[in-house]
């Protein structure tokens, strides 16, 4: 296999030292070449001015490469001055490059944990919520149970059963001292439609449900209606009967006419 020899690239500064040096050497070979017992040479002499201009173009030779080494190295240092503040600006700029990296990553770590508490703290605000109303709940229902068992006997007094038929003719009765117009028929077919004769009835998933204000009572109506056409000398109580009952029927007959026009929802 052919051999390949390999040499390093000389560059422009080795060169000129290169070339300094084989002109020194060629004087220094020259100057080898007189004779050194010819004894002392006389002034004037065809020998001495060659040794005198000999020494001269040493010296011019030594000078001028001295001279380009001295250019060389000026230029070397000139370059090599350039390139330190490229240098560094780039170290600078690698810096800040980390520098914003590195802030941007604290920032997306401390919004991951702002985050993750907000989300703790909504889950425990509506987990609070959710007690707090099924705490009123079950306060309403109980209110609702006692007033039930104290207007029991005023209804008995009164001569109304306490039942669905009761709370029809007590409401009727109510409802023609003040001239709101209805009939038996009409509202227990409306009653039977809408809460089948329970007056604690709730309607928990249509979009007055969801609106957060679900219908409740045998007529199923909801808290606005109920505050709104409510009937003096009745129950405050959405889900007392005759209180229920009358406010649904006040309504149909500013809505409808009549309780007795509604065959559906209304």
């Given amino acids: 296999m052919p051999k390949h020899s390999h040499s390093p690239t000389l560059t422009k500064h080795h060169k000129i030292a290169l070339a300094g040096v084989a002109t020194l050497g060629a004087a220094a070979l020259a100057f080898s070449a007189v004779p050194s017992s010819a004894g002392t040479v006389a002034t004037g002499s065809p020998e001495?001015?060659?040794?005198v201009s000999y020494d001269t173009q040493v010296k011019d030779v030594k000078g001028a490469v001295t001279d380009r080494l001295a250019v060389r190295n000026v230029k070397v240092e000139a370059i090599a001055a350039k390139?330190?503040?490229?240098?560094?600006?780039r170290h600078v700029a690698h810096v800040k490059k980390v520098h914003a990296a590195h802030v941007a990553h604290v920032k997306k770590v401390h919004a991951a944990k702002a985050k993750a508490a907000h989300a703790a703290h909504v889950q425990h605000v509506r987990a609070?919520?959710?007690?707090?109303?099924?705490?009123a709940h079950v306060n309403h229902v109980a209110k609702q149970a006692a007033d039930r068992s104290a207007q029991r006997p005023q209804l008995q007094q009164a001569g109304y059963g306490n039942n669905l038929d009761g709370w029809i003719r007590q409401s009727l009765d109510i409802m023609k001292?003040?001239?709101?117009?209805?009939?038996?028929?009409?509202?227990?077919?409306n009653i039977m439609r809408e809460s089948s004769g329970n007056p604690n009835a709730i309607n928990n998933w249509d979009i007055n449900a969801i609106n957060g204000i679900p219908s409740k009572g045998l007529l199923q109506v909801i808290p606005p209606t109920f505050a709104t056409y409510h009937v003096n000398g009745t129950s405050w109580n959405i889900y007392d009967p005759v209180a229920n009952i009358?406010?649904?029927?006040?309504?149909?007959?500013?809505?409808?006419?009549?309780?007795?026009?509604?065959?559906?929802?209304?």
């Fill in 48 to 51: 001495a001015v060659a040794k």
């Fill in 83 to 89: 390139k330190a503040p490229s240098a560094h600006a």
């Fill in 128 to 135: 609070a919520a959710k007690k707090a109303a099924h705490a």
């Fill in 177 to 189: 001292s003040k001239g709101i117009p209805g009939s038996y028929n009409g509202l227990h077919r």
């Fill in 246 to 266: 009358t406010a649904a029927a006040n309504y149909a007959s500013h809505r409808y006419g009549s309780i007795d026009n509604v065959n559906s929802a209304y």
